[in-house]
T-cell receptor, first 113, second 108 residues
Framework: DTAVSQTPKYLVTQMGNDKSIKCEQN?????MYWYKQDSKKFLKIMFS???????INETVPNRFSPKSPDKAHLNLHINSLELGDSAVYFC????????????FGEGSWLTVV | QKEVEQDPGPLSVPEGAIVSLNCTYS??????FMWYRQYSRKGPELLMY????GNKEDGRFTAQVDKSSKYISLFIRDSQPSDSATYLC????????FGDGTTLTVKP
């Protein structure tokens, strides 16, 4: 029974398209995150939500819009995809918003061509 | 300058070796320190977590934190091929900042 699940796992799309990645956690955690990992393995936080409220919004282009319909779900919508958006996107959750003991999903591999 | 610097690797060791993975940091406000392990094509999984300076042991893994020197280490004893992965240090206070990762290969 997967704790943090995200779909799709692989996504290949053309520049200019709009795509969404969905995430769900069944751990009962209050806080959810989106992280981006580039080709050099650098993992950087994009957003965090605590009980559906946006807590952290790093310097991410406006083309990226998270949506949290409830505290168990955090989706990521990306408009007008660019080549530089190619990366692995990880959804994650933690019990509280302190940012420690984070549980990650399996990742969504996005390739923009 | 990055807040968290991690020894870049890659690191290749024979099975049974003791492995040392290291990170330094510059932000004195960091309150908690973690090590994650990431297998290829998988998400990071939490290995060790500590608040304080000193050592914390869990099986073959020991996490060491020296706040005065702003230095953390992860030691793996009796390393196994199944330990082959990328290891990420992380630390923070409110949000986690990750190191760039060290890729470890343990050869049978």
């Amino acid at each position: 029974d997967t704790a943090v699940s995200q779909t799709p796992k692989y996504l290949v799309t053309q520049m200019g398209n709009d795509k969404s990645i969905k995430c769900e956690q069944n751990l009962g955690h209050d806080t959810m995150y989106w992280y981006k990992q580039d080709s050099k393995k650098f993992l950087k936080i994009m957003f965090s939500y605590n009980n559906k409220e946006l807590i952290i919004n790093e310097t991410v282009p406006n083309r990226f819009s998270p949506k949290s319909p409830d505290k168990a779900h955090l989706n990521l919508h990306i408009n007008s995809l660019e080549l530089g958006d190619s990366a692995v996107y990880f959804c994650a959750s933690s019990q509280d918003g302190t940012g420690n003991t984070i549980y990650f999903g399996e990742g969504s591999w996005l390739t923009v061509v | 300058q990055k807040e968290v610097e991690q020894d870049p690797g890659p690191l290749s060791v024979p099975e049974g070796a003791i492995v040392s993975l290291n990170c330094t940091y510059s932000n004195s406000a960091f309150q908690y320190f973690m090590w994650y392990r990431q297998y290829s094509r998988k998400g990071p999984e939490l290995l060790m977590y500590t608040y304080s300076s000193g050592n914390k042991e869990d099986g073959r893994f020991t996490a060491q934190v020296d706040k005065s020197s702003k230095y953390i280490s992860l030691f793996i004893r009796d390393s196994q091929p199944s330990d082959s992965a990328t290891y990420l240090c992380a630390m923070g206070a409110g949000k986690s900042t990750f190191g760039d990762g060290t890729t470890l290969t343990v050869k049978p």
